[in-house]
């Protein structure tokens, strides 16, 4: 399990995965659970590494946090 230090800015799924010590499904549920704010880029899911640590140490969540970014087409 990697410390909050040692967190990149940016984490993804299998970066929460790791650091709760919870399984893969149980990690994109709390992803799309909207308890902290993502970005959806393609098929990537986004975290920032702040939002993320606000929600861990329980700071109060804000609503609408989820942003899909839509590719565009050529």
């Known amino acids: 399990m990697k410390t909050t230090f040692e967190l990149p800015a940016v984490l ?14 149980q990690a ?3 992803v799309k659970s909207s308890s902290f704010h993502t970005v959806t880029v393609g098929k990537r899911i986004l ?10 140490e ?3 969540a804000q609503t609408d946090m989820t942003t899909t ?4 087409t050529i």
Do not use: A, C, D, T
């Open 12 to 25: 993804e799924v299998k970066h929460i995965q790791e650091f709760l010590g919870i399984g893969r499904s």
């Open 28 to 30: 994109y549920l709390l």
């Open 47 to 56: 975290i920032s590494k702040k939002s993320f640590l606000e929600w861990f």
């Open 58 to 60: 329980g700071m109060p």
């Open 69 to 72: 970014l839509i590719e565009p």
